[in-house]
């Protein structure tokens, strides 16, 4: 593979500099939605649980399976707002 040397005059690199500052800019004054799916591990996360506790809750139906891909490979994914409908508040803890 050979070399590629690229001369730009600084006027140009100012300008690619400026663009690329303003785009930067942009992504962190705009957070990203959140994915609506959650792997098992970041529920168990999100939980504070173990991923045993996760694969119980999908198996009581509590919360909704949704594979992707195929096999082996796929990857069980939940969505995210039926997590967050498993935390309770102290006061749910307390009722029968």
Do not use: C, F, W
């Amino acid at each position: 593979m050979s070399d590629l040397l690229l001369q730009l005059p600084d006027h140009a690199l100012e300008e690619i500099a400026s663009r690329a500052a303003e785009i930067v800019l942009e992504r962190l004054e705009r957070p990203e939605e959140p994915s609506p799916y959650l792997t098992v591990s970041e529920a168990a996360d999100y939980l504070r649980t173990s991923r045993q506790a996760v694969d119980d809750l999908l198996r009581r139906g509590k919360l909704t399976r949704h594979k992707r891909g195929d096999g082996r490979n796929g990857r069980v994914l939940v969505l995210r707002h039926e997590v967050e409908g498993q935390v309770r508040t102290p006061q749910q803890q307390e009722e029968p």
